[in-house]
């Protein structure tokens, strides 16, 4: 039933706590996960302003960044014997989300009620409020 989990991930603190109920997923018949991480292409827009020549250097490093930072992530579920697949993709998260889940199949998706911009007025963060929506799989909210 949750085999194959799809974890998006900004790599905020609020996202981190989503991790431990990855992790404990494997416990319900978890067997991989694919750790997607979206370059948001709101801000991609703003660099483009400054520096269009500049602009596939600064790509690469973004994908660096990237996965560099997915790194000891992937290392954590690697050592609960986790199946771990590595996904960096652009464009808007939600869509990117949305795509993905399909593209790979999963069966779950576990996201942060918020993420980096955490404005804690609101119960749900832009892009969890858009999966909870209209997402046609089940969903993992893991509250912030
Ligand atoms: P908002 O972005 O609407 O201002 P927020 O940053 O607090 O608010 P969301 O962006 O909705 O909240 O984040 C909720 C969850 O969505 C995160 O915990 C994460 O799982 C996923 N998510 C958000 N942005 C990304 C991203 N760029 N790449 C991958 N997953 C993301
Ligand atoms: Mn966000």
Redesign the pocket.
């Known amino acids: 039933m949750f085999e194959k989990i799809l974890y998006?991930?900004?790599f905020?603190d609020?996202?981190m706590k989503?991790l431990e109920f990855v992790k404990k997923l494997k416990g319900a018949g978890a067997k991989e996960v694919v750790l997607?991480?979206?370059i948001?292409r709101r801000g991609l827009n703003d660099l483009a302003r400054f520096s269009k020549k500049d602009l596939p250097h600064i790509m690469i490093d973004m994908e660096k960044k990237a996965k560099t930072e997915m790194n000891p992530i992937m290392k954590e579920l690697k050592d609960v014997d986790l199946k771990v697949t590595l996904r960096v993709e652009k464009g808007g998260?939600y869509n990117e989300?949305i795509r993905v889940a399909d593209e790979e199949n999963v069966s779950v998706i576990v996201?942060?009620?918020?993420?980096?911009?955490?404005?804690d007025k609101m119960l749900?963060?832009?892009?969890?409020?858009k999966l909870v929506k209209s997402v046609n799989k089940p969903i993992l909210v893991v509250k912030s």
């Open positions: 998006p991930t900004d905020s609020e996202t989503a997607l991480h979206v948001d998260p989300i996201v942060g009620s918020h993420g980096k911009s955490n404005i749900l963060g832009s892009v969890s409020y």
